[in-house]
Structures are given as structure tokens and as C-alpha cells.
């Protein structure tokens, strides 16, 4: 009996004895003891120990010193534990494990089973830890747990066996869900960081000291087309990827022929022998160094950034580019450019606007004091409205600049500079030339329409000087020099003379006048004009002429040039009153390039230039536009007409030539004509004058000839100068009255002379239905226009003869004859 007691409280001291050994155990570990939970229990132990010898009693004696202090550190701490027996017996559970779990008299992982979502991963994992603790002693993992806020938290999970007892686990378990997320984002921030690192668009490499590469990025390997071999190496070297070679003294990891140099340019070499120039940058760092140094560890290694200086290339040629255009366009453009500021004052002007306000100190004023005073006020507006609104409609006023003022147009928008301070960019257009252009366009459509009226006008004279003269000439076949009435007779005829002389000046100016062209000789002009000319100068005035050698010939009408000779030797000579020197000059003129005169152009080409200069007062620049125009007149009234430089200009320019003057107040004028060299067909020689016609020569004549003429006195006197002749005269008032005349006398009619301008039917239809029924009939046109416009009235090929209004007894006499021999 006492054996069995004894031996059954031996074996309950051995178990109290493992307890106690278990707790030293979990005391080596950190952990709490068994006693945390069961305080109770100590004594009995105690007395169990000390029955089981003195040895084990002195150990549970120690044990229960340390018994308050081992469980205060396993219930304190942060940890959640929990020491699982056999059977899954719990057999205590600290503070944090009770605080995070309700359940705590279940092993932790049944806890867990309830809280990990099914077939996941963590589901698989908590299902192999005891497995893998009942084999190995030990187990860890990290499990994804759905926790009390329904919230995904990361668990640690550990377990362990308890050395010396059996079938005793200690759980712990860590939320690590904080620490998980840490590690998340540093991970993530270093993969970031490589790929940054490895893909940035600057190259990163690290040499030794003997050149080889131990790292490069992918964005410098690409440029290089470098190829790493197995084990992460590169064969080259990094004087290999240098396009220029360097001395060889330069140090192996340097790409600069300097030593001391740590940052340059090189020109690298990259794939396909393509070469390309970068910028580096290094730094030199001492490298860990081994152990064993038979392995060659480097001393040192650099951090080198390259960058690829092919873009800022282009990007610099294309901004040179930019730049040299631009100043081409702004220094090169023929306006003028300028920069503005807020207080108009010019920042920067280019060379057109440096020419344009050519002798104006345009640098140290405003631009505004440059502008003609009565223009300020609308370029002061112009300018506001630009700085308020950006823009502006074109303005023209006028500058100073040079010797005159001259217009400009000004296009202009808002600008502000680098401070934010607003200005403006204008383009100033010369239009001074324009508006020369546009008062002489003005002044042409004003001299076109005193054209148009002065051709109407003499016609209507011409019809009645032609009446007057003739009826003077029918007075004087009865009234001979004798007679008391031969000089009243004389007068009249004279003044009738001096009326159609100024009537045929009004059609010299509008170009209406009837040329006689012929292949003249100016040489031959000028002799036979000479003595005339120096009666008209009088003996205070010189003349000098000088003749061009081999003058060439021209086509023009000789009565008509000699006008043009006299009217501007008249003008000469009533410009020196105190006398002076006239000069005639000729001579051959070839000219390469267009010349320009205000409105006229004369093309390139061979002219002979006729000269006529004086010595006399000169004429002002303000009136030099206007001395062509007709009845413009500096001489008192009464002195003259105003006609005899339009007259000139007239004959001119019909006759296809130009005429330019040149003048300086006091010093005299000069006007040179410009005649078209006539190109002589072969066997064509020019035409002498000779003179007036013969007077004396037979008028008369035979033949009916049928006059049509709507104005009454020129048809009574032309069919009475006619009879007088011994001509039949049939008469006609209209073009309808005439084709009655033909039906009876068809066959009987030599010649119809008829007037262009009639009402109704005119003389070129009534001409062109008589060829219908008599197509040789002869026929004289006469009118007070021009003969080529009534040419323009007849159909081409059609043969006729013409005669100016007004016209003499003796010229229509005359005409007759030469149509009828």
C-alpha cells in the first residue's frame, strides 16, 4: 500500500517537476509559465516537489521566486500567446491574445479557421501549421485574415513545442498588417525606383578603376547598343565607347583626356557606328573592399550620368535657324519693322525703317514727335486703341524722314515683353509713292474728263470754224486785196484761224488730233525750224543746238513735232526775261531698265532724245506735277492759255513717246523727249520737208459728188467752194435724205463726201450701205474729231479718204482733187 502511494506522488512530483521545466523553458523564450493561470496549483506542487526529493523542492522553491515576474512579462506582453496541451487542452492564454480574440478557450487555429476566407491561400496555409509542428517542432506564416471590422489584416502566426513535454504547443500570433503595408511601399517604391533608374531618359553607368562597367542602365545601353554576357558582364570598356581616342595616360574610368576633369562633352560611339554627342558627369567613390584580396576586389567605382546632347543639338540648329530667319525676315523685309514700347519710343527698328526716317533722330524722341502735327491726334487714338484692344485698322500719316515728309501706313498689334509691360509691333509701308500715285490717277481721271469735253467741245467749234473760214474764203474770191472790205474780211479769217489753232491745242491734249506720221529726220526738223525759233527768242537769248551723229529716224507728224519744238521754246524764253541760253540737244538713247516719271512708264528700248534746256527761274517742286495739265498757268491772266505743255504732253504720248522735265528754282529747266527709234523697212527713206504747198497748182474739176453733212452753214459753203470748182454737188442733210439721192442717181455719183457724226444713221453705216449697191464708189469722210476715231467706225480694208474741221476753200478743193484726178 505504501509502495503505491509513493509511487503515485513520485509521479505526480516528476509532473509538477515538468511544468517547472517547461516554464524554465519558456522563460529561456520569453514565454509565460503555466503558473500565469494556475496560481492555485503551486502549493500542492510545492509539496508534491518536496516529496519527491530535496533537489526538486529547492527548484520549485526558485521557480516560485520568479513566478510573479515571469507572469507578469507573459501576460504584458504585446504578443498574443497561448500554450496549448494535449488534446487541445488550453492550458493558458495571455491578456493581448484574450483581447484579440472572444474565443480564447479554443487552440489558435480554430480561432483562425473561422476568420480566414475558405480556399484561399491562408485557409491552405492554416491548414498545414500543425502538421508541420507535429514534424518539425516549429512553425511560421503569414495569414490574410478578414478581422472584426470586416477588414483584410495580415496575421503572423508562430508555433512551437514545448522542449521535454509532450504534445505541448505554444501559439503566438502578430498583426502585422502595418508592417505588411511598409514593406508593400518600400517594394513598390523600389521597383519605381529601378525601372526609374534603369528606363530615365539620362544614362547611368559605374566603372572600376580598370574601366569595366559594373552597372549599366538600359536607356545608356540602348544608345550604345551594348549587350550584357552571362553573369550580368559587359566586354566592353569604357575608353570602347569613345568615338575620339584619348591619350593613353588618361586614367581608365574617365572618358576625358584630363585627369582632374570629372564633367564635358565626348562624342560617344553608338550601334551602327553612329556617333552622337552627350555630356557626363562622375564622381569617384572608394568601393568596399574583401577580405581576400587575391579576388581582385575594385578600390573604387564612379557614378557617371550621361546625357544624350543629340536633341539639345537639333533643338540649338533649329533655334540658330530660327534666329537667322528671323533676322532675315526683320532686317531683310522692305517695310519697316519696329518695336514699340508703352511710351511709343521705338526699342528696335530694322534697316527699311532706318532708311525711311532716314535724317530724323528718331532714337531719343517718341515716335509720336516724328508724326506731322495735324496727324498726331489720330496716331495718338491709332496707338491706344492698339495697346487697349491688341489691334487696330491701318493708319496713314505722314513722317519726317529725309529731305520731305513722306506718308507711311502703319499695320500694328499689341506685343508685351519679358516684364509683362505692354507695347506694340508695327510695320510702317512707304506709301508715299502710292499716294502720289492715287493724286495722279485722280489727277488723270480729271484730265480725262477735260479731255473728253474739250474733244466734244471742238467738235462743235470745228463745225463752225469751218462755216466761218469757208464763207471768208467765198468773200474773198469777190473781195481782193483792193477792196475796202478785203481787210474786215482778213480779220475775221485770222481770228477764225487763231479759234481753230486753240481748238486743235484741246485735241493735242485729249489725243484726238489728226497725225500725218512720216519717217522724219529731227536733224531736218530742227534746220528748218532754226531761223523761226531765233526770231521767237528774241536777241537776249542764245541758242545752241547741237546735233546727235548718226541721228536715227523717227515716224511722226512733222507739223505736230515743230509745234511741240516752238510751244516749249516759247515757254523758255518767257522764263528768262533777262535773258539767257537756250539749248537744243539730239541724240541716240538706248535704255536697259524701265524709266518712271510719275504716271508714265518708259519700257526699255531705242529712242532719239530731243533737249531742250534754259537758263531761266526754273519751276518750283510743288507745282512740277502739274505743268501738263491743261489751262494750269503761273503767267499773269491774259498772258496765256494755259494750254501749250498740255499741248506738248498731247503730241508726245500720241506719237508714243514721253516726255520728262527736270527743274531747279534758279537755275533753269530742262525737258527731254523721248522719241521710238523708227525701224526703216527696206528701201523706205525719210521724207524731207518741203515747205508749203504749191498755191498755183489747177483746183478745179469735173464730177458729181454727193455731199451728206446735218449742219446747215458747213454744207451750204462746201457745196458752193465745190460748184465754184466745177464740181455737181448733190446735197444731203441726213443719211437717210443721201440713200434716196443714190437710189435716183446711182450710176452718176463720183464721190460722196459725207460728216461722221450725223442723228439717226452716222457716215460710216451710210457709207458701208452704199458699197453694198456701189462697191468702187469713192469716199472723203470729214469731222471734227481725230481721224483715227472715226477710223475705229469704219470696217478694216474699207478704202477712205479724210479731212480735219475746220478746212479751207483751197484744203477741201484740194482733197477732191487728189480722190477725184
Known amino acids: 500500500m505504501r509502495a503505491g502511494v509513493w509511487q503515485a506522488t513520485q509521479r505526480l512530483a516528476q509532473a509538477a517537476l515538468l511544468l517547472l521545466l517547461s516554464s524554465g523553458a519558456a522563460l ?39 513566478r510573479d515576474l515571469l507572469m507578469q512579462s507573459f501576460d504584458t506582453s504585446g504578443q498574443a500567446r497561448q500554450l496549448v496541451g494535449p488534446h487541445g487542452r488550453i492550458i493558458f492564454a495571455n491578456a493581448a491574445y484574450r483581447r484579440i480574440f472572444a474565443n480564447h478557450n479554443v487552440p489558435l487555429p480554430e480561432a483562425l479557421e473561422a476568420l480566414v476566407e475558405s480556399g484561399s491561400s491562408s485557409a491552405e496555409l492554416l491548414r498545414q501549421l500543425p502538421r508541420t509542428v507535429a514534424e518539425a517542432g516549429r512553425a511560421r506564416a503569414e495569414l490574410q485574415v478578414r478581422f472584426r471590422d470586416g477588414e483584410l489584416d495580415w496575421f503572423d502566426v508562430q508555433a512551437q513545442r514545448l522542449k521535454g513535454g509532450d504534445h505541448h504547443v505554444l501559439w503566438s500570433c502578430d498583426i502585422v498588417t502595418t508592417q505588411r503595408q511598409i514593406e508593400e511601399y518600400i517594394r513598390s517604391d523600389h521597383e ?5 533608374i534603369e528606363h530615365a531618359p539620362i544614362g547611368f553607368y559605374s566603372v572600376d578603376e580598370k574601366g569595366d562597367f559594373l552597372f549599366v542602365n538600359s536607356t545608356l545601353a540602348g544608345w550604345l547598343g551594348l549587350q550584357a554576357e552571362p553573369g550580368g558582364h559587359f566586354p566592353q570598356k569604357l575608353h570602347d565607347i569613345l568615338a575620339d581616342p584619348i591619350a593613353d595616360s588618361a586614367p581608365a574610368f574617365s572618358p576625358f583626356g584630363d585627369p582632374t576633369a570629372r564633367g564635358g562633352e565626348v562624342t560617344l560611339r553608338g550601334p551602327n557606328g553612329r ?11 572608394s568601393a568596399p573592399t574583401g577580405g581576400d584580396g587575391e579576388r581582385g576586389t ?6 557617371s550620368a550621361v546625357h544624350d546632347l543629340t536633341r539639345e543639338r537639333a533643338l540649338e540648329q533649329a533655334v540658330r535657324s530660327s534666329e537667322q530667319y528671323f533676322k532675315r525676315f526683320f532686317e531683310e523685309a522692305p517695310t519697316g519693322i519696329a518695336l514699340i514700347d508703352a511710351s511709343g519710343r521705338v526699342e528696335q527698328a530694322n534697316e527699311a525703317l532706318v532708311q525711311l526716317l532716314s535724317g530724323a533722330d528718331w532714337r531719343s524722341k517718341s515716335l509720336m514727335e516724328l508724326v506731322h502735327t495735324d496727324d498726331r491726334p489720330a496716331y495718338a487714338r491709332h496707338f491706344a486703341e492698339v495697346i487697349r484692344h491688341g489691334k487696330a485698322p491701318p493708319l496713314t500719316v505722314r513722317v519726317s524722314g529725309g529731305e520731305r515728309a513722306r506718308y507711311v501706313t502703319i499695320f500694328a498689334s499689341r506685343r508685351e515683353d519679358s516684364a509683362g509691360s505692354p507695347g506694340c509691333i508695327a510695320h510702317f ?41 469757208g464763207f471768208c474764203d467765198l468773200l474773198l474770191l469777190r473781195h481782193r486785196a483792193g477792196d475796202q472790205s478785203f481787210a474786215d474780211i482778213m480779220q475775221i479769217k485770222q481770228n477764225a484761224n487763231r479759234a481753230a489753232n486753240l481748238v486743235r491745242q484741246l485735241l493735242a491734249f485729249s489725243r484726238q488730233q489728226t497725225l500725218q506720221p512720216r519717217v522724219l529726220d529731227v536733224t531736218d526738223v530742227l534746220g528748218e525750224l532754226s531761223h523761226l525759233l531765233r526770231r521767237l527768242i528774241g536777241e537776249n537769248i542764245e541758242l545752241e543746238m547741237i546735233h546727235g551723229q548718226d541721228l536715227k529716224p523717227v515716224r511722226a507728224d512733222a507739223g505736230q513735232l515743230e509745234q511741240v519744238i516752238i ?55 510743288d507745282i512740277l506735277d502739274r505743268i501738263f495739265e491743261p489751262f494750269f498757268s503761273t503767267k499773269e491772266v491774259g498772258s496765256g492759255t494755259g494750254l501749250g505743255l498740255s499741248t506738248v504732253y498731247g503730241i508726245v504720248r500720241q506719237t508714243d513717246g514721253f516726255v520728262f522735265v527736270d527743274s531747279e528754282v534758279g537755275r533753269g529747266a530742262t525737258f527731254r523727249i523721248y522719241l521710238p527709234e523708227h525701224a526703216r523697212a527696206p528701201g523706205e527713206a525719210t521724207q ?56 435716183e442717181h446711182m450710176k452718176d455719183i463720183d464721190l460722196v463726201i459725207s460728216d461722221v457724226v450725223m442723228p439717226r444713221m452716222d457716215g460710216p453705216t451710210l457709207i458701208k450701205e452704199l458699197r453694198t449697191r456701189r462697191p468702187d464708189i469713192r469716199v472723203i469722210f470729214i469731222s ?35 480722190v477725184l484726178p
Open 28 to 66: 529561456a523564450q520569453d514565454e509565460p509559465t503555466w503558473f500565469e493561470r494556475n496560481s492555485w496549483a503551486a502549493g500542492p506542487v510545492a509539496v508534491l516537489l518536496l516529496l519527491a526529493g530535496a533537489g526538486t523542492a529547492l527548484a520549485l522553491a526558485r521557480a516560485g521566486r520568479r
Open 192 to 196: 519605381k525606383f529601378a525601372d526609374l
Open 275 to 285: 556617333a552622337f554627342q552627350a555630356f557626363i558627369r562622375f564622381e569617384t567613390v
Open 298 to 303: 575594385p578600390k573604387l567605382r564612379t557614378r
Open 429 to 469: 509701308v512707304d506709301s508715299t509713292e502710292a499716294r502720289r500715285l492715287q493724286e495722279q490717277f485722280a489727277q488723270s481721271q480729271k484730265m480725262q474728263a477735260v479731255g473728253l469735253l474739250a474733244g466734244g467741245i471742238a467738235h462743235d467749234f470745228n463745225n463752225l470754224l469751218t462755216a466761218m473760214i
Open 567 to 621: 510751244n516749249l521754246a516759247v515757254n523758255a524764253r518767257d522764263a528768262m526775261p533777262m535773258g539767257g541760253k537756250l539749248t537744243i540737244k539730239t541724240q541716240n538713247v538706248k535704255t536697259t531698265e524701265t524709266m518712271q516719271r510719275g504716271a508714265d512708264v518708259m519700257p526699255p528700248g531705242s529712242y532719239v532724245m530731243l533737249e531742250i534746256g534754259d537758263t531761266g527761274t526754273g519751276i518750283p517742286k
Open 688 to 743: 524731207r520737208l518741203t515747205g508749203e504747198a504749191d498755191d498755183r497748182r489747177d483746183l478745179t474739176g469735173i464730177g458729181t459728188v454727193l455731199l451728206v453733212e446735218d449742219e446747215d452753214a458747213v454744207r451750204l459753203f462746201s457745196a458752193r467752194a465745190l460748184r465754184n470748182k466745177g464740181y455737181k454737188v448733190l446735197e444731203a442733210r441726213s443719211g437717210e435724205a443721201a440713200l434716196e439721192i443714190v437710189t
Open 784 to 818: 471734227g474729231y481725230a481721224e483715227d476715231a472715226f477710223r475705229k467706225r469704219v470696217d478694216a480694208g474699207e478704202e477712205a479718204h479724210f479731212l480735219m474741221k475746220p478746212f479751207t476753200l483751197k484744203q477741201l478743193a484740194a482733197k477732191v482733187k487728189e
